[in-house]
C-alpha cells in the first residue's frame, strides 16, 4: 500500500470510515423501513473533523426526497435497527439522523453538517446515485461522495478528493448553504455509541 492511501485508511479507520463488513439488509426490511421526511428536498454534507488536528475523518450524505436516507460510504454506523443496503442506511427519522450525528461526535470529533435546498428532481437523482453505487472501499468516503455529487444535474461542479476537509471546503461555496457543527465529549467508542443512540429509537 503507498504511504498516502496508508495513511489515509489509517485516518479512516480511527473516524468511522472502514470498509462495510456488516451483512445487507433484505428488501422487504428496506421497504418496511422507508421513510419521508416533510419540508422541502434537502441534500445534507456530514463530514467528521478531528478536533485536535483540523484533518477530515469520514464523508456521508443525507439525502431526503421521496424518502430520506444516509450514503454512509464505508461508514461504521451498522447495529440492529438500522436497516442498511450497499452503504446506505434506509428509514432515517430525525430521530435515526440525530443519532448517526451523536454516535460520530466524540471527545476527539465533532460533526459539520452542510445543508443545501435540491429541486425534487436533483433530490431523486442523488437517491437513485446512492441505492445503484454499492458498497464503498475503507478510506474512499470522501471520493465516493464527491463523485456522487459531481453527478447531480445543476449543481455547482464537484472536483474529485479523496480529503473529506477538502470537500466540506467546496460544499461550503454551494448557494444557500446551512452549516451546523455538533460538539460531545463522549469517549472513543463508535459502537458503544451507536447501541446508545438506537437504543432511544
Known amino acids: 500500500m503507498k504511504p498516502v492511501f ?26 418496511a423501513a422507508s421513510y419521508r421526511a416533510g419540508g422541502p428536498p434537502t441534500l445534507t454534507l456530514i463530514t467528521m473533523v478531528n478536533n485536535r488536528t483540523g484533518s477530515g475523518g469520514h464523508s456521508s ?52 453538517s452542510q445543508e443545501i435546498p435540491v429541486t425534487a428532481a436533483q433530490a431523486e437523482q442523488a ?33 474529485s478528493t479523496f480529503y473529506p476537509i477538502q470537500l466540506m471546503a467546496q460544499f461550503e461555496n454551494f448557494p444557500n448553504v446551512t452549516t451546523t457543527k455538533l460538539f460531545e465529549d463522549d469517549p472513543d467508542d463508535l459502537s458503544g455509541a451507536v447501541r446508545a443512540a438506537g437504543s432511544t429509537q
Not at 485516518?11 to 456488516?22: D, E, F, K, S, W
Request: aromatic share 8%; proline share 4%; glycine share 10%.
Open 127 to 159: 437517491l437513485r446515485l446512492v441505492k445503484s453505487n454499492g458498497s464503498v472501499p475503507g478510506a474512499f468516503c470522501a471520493s465516493a461522495t464527491s463523485a456522487i455529487l459531481a453527478q447531480i444535474d445543476g449543481l455547482p461542479k464537484v472536483k
Open 6 to 31: 496508508a495513511s489515509l485508511a489509517l485516518i479512516a479507520l480511527l473516524a468511522g470510515c472502514a470498509a462495510n463488513v456488516g451483512g445487507d439488509s433484505s428488501f422487504e426490511e428496506i421497504t
Open 61 to 112: 450524505l443525507l439525502v431526503s426526497g421521496s424518502e430520506q436516507v444516509i450514503f454512509d460510504p464505508a461508514g461504521s454506523f451498522r447495529e440492529n435497527g438500522v436497516v442498511e443496503r450497499g452503504d446506505v442506511l434506509y428509514g432515517m427519522t430525525p430521530g435515526w439522523v440525530k443519532a448517526y450525528k451523536s454516535a460520530h461526535a466524540r471527545s476527539t470529533y465533532h460533526v459539520v
